[in-house]
């Protein structure tokens, strides 16, 4: 599929959320094979969009190649340029748009099963905590989306990278066990109820490491002070 700035110009029908600061464009488009999504930072504040974006597009695309197969996660369709790249859309909503009510532990099974295909390709998805990021498509099944932040395990065999991959992996489980908490919590048995209450070892200054990133991110390459 050769992807146009105006094939996605002319194809547009919907946008997910407009740029703006550190957001990307994440629109809908009609192609011959079917409808993708694209991710965007061309239309994003100019210093995030000329420093990090790039970085953010090289590195997504990275992950989904790395993952392609993978029941879960949508196809990667391609880059666009620098600054975009598309993947298949998922027909479905988000976990934070969905409306209330429980889900199935048949979910929860098989969204584990795409988190740990996920770590046995070497990739660590790091903001599964955002619901944002987890779909339920209307086939009844799991999707994850949004690699940005992700990180990959290298082909080395330094015992301290892998070791920290290790943690990342360890979050990502103990991010789907605060979904189903959140949204299900009567489908939680005693060994999660129990390993929701051991904290993790890095977890809090893990957090606040991020989020003074993204503070300080935000102050200095976006308009938004």
């Known amino acids: 599929m050769v992807l146009s700035r105006e094939h996605i110009e002319k194809n547009t029908v919907e946008y997910y959320r407009k740029a703006g600061g550190t957001r990307p464009d994440l629109r809908v488009v009609n192609t011959d094979d079917g409808q993708i999504v694209v991710k965007d930072f061309r239309h994003s504040d100019l210093l995030f969009r000329v420093i990090v974006g790039p970085i953010l597009i090289r590195r997504e695309a990275g992950a989904l190649r790395k993952l392609d197969g993978v029941a879960g996660v949508p196809r990667f369709v391609g880059r666009v340029d620098r600054y975009a790249l598309a993947i298949a859309h998922v027909h479905g ?70 070791w920290l991959f290790g943690q990342f992996v360890l979050a990502d489980r103990n991010a789907v066990l605060r979904i189903k908490k959140r949204l299900s919590p009567e489908l939680l048995s005693e060994q999660e109820i129990s390993e929701l209450a051991t904290p993790l070892p890095f977890e809090r200054p893990a957090r606040v490491f991020g989020e003074t990133v993204r503070k300080i991110t935000r102050k200095l390459l976006t308009r938004n002070k």
């Open 93 to 162: 909503v988000s976990l934070d748009k969905r409306g209330i009510g429980p889900l199935s532990d048949e979910f929860f099974g098989k969204l584990r099963q795409v988190i740990d295909d996920m770590h046995g390709r070497g990739v660590a998805h790091c903001d599964l905590r955002s619901r944002g990021n987890v779909m339920l498509g209307d086939d009844g099944n799991p999707y994850v989306v949004d690699f940005a932040a992700c990180v990959l395990l290298g082909r080395g065999i330094n015992p301290f990278f892998r």
